[in-house]
């Protein structure tokens, strides 16, 4: 998610962004200096530490907008805007473009607190023998933390990761393990799902 903002006096135009760590650090431009390089590694390993301890975590990052870029940007930002069919995709090729060539400004991690009852509730579940899988957007450090914090899953629950790259790998591999599944036991055993 970026913004566009423009300094009131001197009339400069900077876009900020933040997002995951993925799609942030996919987007910033070649690192002009060891400094830079540095800072990079170092707010990786900060987000992280604090993904394993179940925070919520971002990448924040900016860029100078020059006028003409700014200008060709709304151009096609309007375009696309009108546009009967694929209109979501188009838009979101157009602000794609112009959050390339990023600078990092740091990360955050942010705790993201259950609500109440919530590992009572998922272990009425499991008592009913109600299987309960997790499926998340999250860093994979920030899904077990949670899913352990929640009481989805114990510590000694048998955990399989599935990490795939495009769709029909993961419906292919999800079939895989579905059926595997009909002939596990599942239940208080609790093979548990994460990606």
């Known amino acids: 998610m970026s913004i566009i903002v423009i300094h ?10 933040k997002g995951a760590d993925g799609a942030v650090f996919g987007r910033l431009r070649k690192a002009a200096s060891k400094e830079e390089e540095d800072m990079r590694t170092v707010t990786l390993d900060h987000i992280n ?58 990360g955050t991690g942010v705790e993201d607190k259950l609500q109440e009852a919530v590992p009572e509730v998922l272990s009425s579940f499991r008592r009913a023998g109600i299987v309960v899988w997790v499926l998340t957007g999250d860093k994979q450090e920030t899904a077990v933390s ?19 790259g495009s769709l029909a ?27």
């Open 169 to 195: 790998e993961t419906r292919d591999r999800l079939n895989q393990l579905l059926e595997c599944s009909a002939t596990v036991q599942v239940g208080f055993s609790q093979t548990v799902l994460r990606w």
């Open 49 to 106: 530490s604090f993904a394993k301890k179940g925070l919520r975590t971002l990448a924040v990052a900016y860029k100078p907008v020059e006028q003409a870029e700014y200008n060709q940007f709304i151009s096609k930002f309007r375009e696309a805007s009108t546009l009967l069919e694929g209109r979501a995709e188009a838009i979101s090729r157009v602000c794609s473009s112009i959050e390339q060539g990023l600078i990092l400004l740091g």
């Open 8 to 17: 009131p006096r001197t009339m400069e135009m900077v876009l900020y962004t």
């Open 146 to 164: 949670i899913g352990y914090s929640s009481g989805v899953y114990s510590r000694d629950a048998r955990l399989l990761n599935l990490r795939t």
